[in-house]
């Protein structure tokens, strides 16, 4: 196969998360598209830029959430990526709900959400990178099936960088990873 | 109503293979846990520390990050449970190089990335490798123009978490809603 040069990442498709925190005593919601669990998915990280109206919250509190939204929220997602909590009420968007931490806000529309706490802000040459631990995760109840959260019917999505620029919802199972022991990242 | 579920959430997932030389060879590891930083200018995976390809990234300083298509999953499968140390993974794909020159990359891949370690995050058992993305590369035939990718062409794979466990294409587009 003939390969051209591009300029950027091309890493897709990518998850699209809504991180919630509490800036001066109220909720903020911020979309956030370059987020990957890490430690064997205990830990969660995500690079923030330090102007950001949410990193306040985060700083101040040391804790904050990760809301995954379902198809139907798309344009209240967009909305969250495009303002900011200086400028307008986020909070206003959702029903707000609080879990073990009491200070990470989470969006009780949103089908998954985890509740997290600061394990250190990395400091790399380019940014400045939360990890968190995973404190905890809630499920919309009728999503937990056995035990196991039935993604297929979480309506979620991915979004393409790279040029493409658009959400697909989750498509066709291709294979299940059930037969395989869970691999170790 | 909400329910606690105890792990990560976080889905659906990027897949995609690693590749480094371990001792000269090219060698590709199936990793779930990555992410663009920094604008997309650099990317972020994490890697169990034991792993026979960490030792090739800290070795040259290079590594690739190559986003597989779903015809491409059996080789994917034979990456994930195969080690370097046992098995020679350079044989199940055309390798090629870039500007790096170490960093080997796999032609099969619609979308390459050639990278160079900037950054580590060391968490307890696993290491977060940031490496400044010097030059992706990508097949002629999805570029529609230079700087714009048909992602549904390519044909590419998430996976998901929470018990679920699945390997899966993309679906349709979601299409905008009128201004709500």
């Given at each position: 196969m003939a390969k051209q040069e591009f300029a950027g990442t091309v890493l897709a498709p990518l998850p699209l998360v809504l991180v919630g925190a509490n800036v001066s005593g109220r909720p903020?919601?911020?979309?956030?598209?370059?987020?990957?669990?890490?430690?064997?998915?205990?830990?969660?990280?995500?690079?923030?830029?330090?102007?950001?109206?949410?990193?306040?919250?985060?700083?101040?509190?040391?804790?904050?959430?990760?809301?995954?939204?379902?198809?139907?929220?798309?344009?209240?997602?967009?909305?969250?990526?495009?303002?900011?909590?200086r400028d307008v009420d986020k909070s206003a968007l959702f029903d707000t709900f609080y879990g073990e931490l009491k200070t990470a806000p989470m969006i009780r529309e949103c089908p998954?959400?985890?509740?997290?706490?600061?394990?250190?802000?990395?400091?790399?040459?380019?940014?400045?990178?939360?990890?968190?631990?995973?404190?905890?995760?809630?499920?919309?109840?009728?999503?937990?099936?056995?035990?196991?959260?039935?993604?297929?019917?979480?309506?979620?999505?991915?979004?393409t960088a790279a040029g493409d620029l658009n959400v697909y919802a989750l498509g066709p199972l291709v294979e299940t990873l059930h037969k395989h022991s869970r691999g170790k990242q | 109503m909400k329910k606690p579920y105890a792990g990560n959430v976080l889905s659906p997932l990027p897949v995609v293979l690693v590749g480094a030389n371990v001792e000269g060879r090219p060698n590709y590891l199936v990793v779930g846990y990555v992410a663009p930083f920094d604008f997309g200018r650099s990317i972020f995976f994490s890697i169990f520390k034991k792993?026979?390809?960490?030792?090739?990234?800290?070795?040259?300083?290079?590594?690739?990050?190559n986003v597989p298509s779903a015809d491409l999953l059996g080789r994917i499968e034979i990456c994930g449970s195969k080690s370097g140390r046992d098995f020679d993974k350079s044989t199940l794909f055309e390798t090629f190089y870039g500007k790096l020159g170490t960093a080997p990359?796999?032609?099969?891949?619609?979308?390459?990335?050639?990278?160079?370690?900037?950054?580590?995050?060391?968490?307890?058992?696993?290491?977060?490798?940031?490496?400044?993305?010097?030059?992706?590369?990508?097949?002629?035939?999805?570029?529609?123009?230079?700087?714009?990718?048909?992602?549904?062409?390519?044909?590419?794979?998430?996976?998901?978490v929470g018990g679920d466990s699945g390997y899966y294409r993309l679906g349709e587009r979601v299409k905008e809603p009128k201004a709500s």
């Open positions: 903020n919601y911020l979309t956030i598209g370059y987020i990957a669990p890490l430690e064997f998915g205990k830990q969660v990280v995500f690079p923030i830029n330090r102007t950001r109206y949410t990193s306040q919250g985060i700083l101040e509190n040391g804790t904050f959430s990760v809301n995954i939204p379902s198809v139907g929220l798309l344009p209240l997602v967009k909305r969250c990526g495009s303002t900011s909590g998954m959400n985890m509740e997290c706490e600061v394990l250190e802000i990395v400091t790399t040459k380019q940014s400045h990178n939360v990890v968190g631990r995973i404190v905890k995760s809630y499920v919309n109840e009728e999503l937990l099936v056995d035990g196991n959260v039935a993604v297929q019917d979480a309506g979620l999505m991915s979004f | 792993r026979y390809t960490a030792g090739g990234i800290l070795a040259n300083r290079t590594f690739s990050v990359m796999i032609r099969e891949c619609p979308l390459s990335m050639e990278c160079e370690v900037t950054d580590l995050i060391d968490r307890e058992q696993n290491l977060g490798i940031i490496g400044r993305v010097v030059q992706s590369h990508v097949d002629n035939e999805l570029l529609r123009d230079e700087k714009t990718i048909d992602m549904v062409t390519a044909d590419l794979l998430v996976w998901t």
